[in-house]
């Protein structure tokens, strides 16, 4: 999964637990974040409420979004629980944001 933002590609590099993120002119790697995942299945660019860039990363095993300073991906900022729904683990695919809230795709 990619997100583009501010003239990079954040790539979700599933086969290697890892983002990477690109120069979306040449493809060039800036850089790889340090954290890892254990599964992750999406990844999307927004804001949050009080207008900050921020990377989200759906941690699908984990039952969790991770947010992300677009500059910083050794530790998210916070991690966001998934509520299950009927019993059932949710297992997130995406997640976009608006100003005003985190929404998530099971």
Do not use: M
Request: glycine residues 8%; charged residues 15%; hydrophobic residues 35%.
């Amino acid at each position: 999964d990619v997100a583009y933002l501010n003239g990079k590609l954040y790539v979700d590099d599933e086969g290697n637990n890892r983002v990477q993120v690109l120069s979306a002119s040449d493809g060039s790697v800036v850089t790889t974040w340090s954290y890892r995942f254990s599964s992750a299945l999406g990844i999307s660019a927004g804001y949050d409420s009080s207008g900050q860039s921020i990377i989200l990363l759906s941690e699908d095993t984990a039952n969790q979004l991770a947010v992300f300073d677009p500059n910083n991906g050794s530790t998210p900022r916070c991690t966001i629980p998934v509520p299950s729904v009927n019993g059932k683990a949710p297992r997130p695919r995406d997640a976009t944001t608006t100003a005003a809230t985190v929404f998530w795709k099971p």
